[in-house]
């Protein structure tokens, strides 16, 4: 009787001899799964401020070209609070963002600086990584004043009359 061995007694070893390695797993894999899910909720938040600030972008550059024909102060002033209008409180870790709107001739520029801050992780700042990631953004648009377009369109007509004249003549 001694010397059976079944392998009921072969488990019941196995599982006498393993006792600490679950503890040891779970020290090392729990923690890499909660980092994983923070950066994962992090990367969330930084692509729907990226989101929230291309929206306020383009919404304030549409401001911007429904009154193409006011001047140049009050069009940046238009353009400019728009965009803070769109963005106010919705924008997630970041503090006062800020707004540059240029006009110049035949263009609109709108440009936000908002930075959010990193997550906290261990050795970013030994590997010379930045503690503030950029969701600010920049676009333009072209301004085409009522009387541009006007000019634009005379031109291209006398352009077309040119060409027809032209076509006659060598015809006969």
Request: hydrophobic share 40%.
């Amino acid at each position: 009787m001694f010397h059976i061995n079944t392998i009921e007694n072969r488990k019941f070893n196995c599982a006498c001899n393993n006792r600490g390695m679950m503890t040891i797993e779970a020290c090392i894999i729990i923690p890499m799964i909660i980092f994983i899910s923070l950066l994962l909720i992090w990367t969330g938040i930084l692509l729907y401020n990226k989101s929230a600030v291309n929206f306020a972008l383009a919404a304030g550059l549409d401001a911007g070209e429904e009154n193409a024909e006011a001047d140049n102060e009050e069009l940046c002033t238009i353009m400019k609070l728009k965009t803070e209008e769109l963005l106010k409180d919705r924008l997630i870790l970041v503090k006062d963002p800020g707004i540059e709107a240029v006009t110049e001739y035949g263009r609109l520029n709108l440009k936000l600086d908002a930075f959010m801050q990193a997550p906290p992780v261990p050795l970013t700042a030994d590997a010379g990584l930045s503690e503030l990631w950029d969701t600010g953004g920049e676009k333009y648009r072209l301004r085409i004043r009522k009387s541009q377009f006007i000019r634009t369109v005379k031109r291209a007509d006398e352009l077309i009359e040119e060409k027809s004249k032209v076509s006659e003549g060598e015809d006969n």
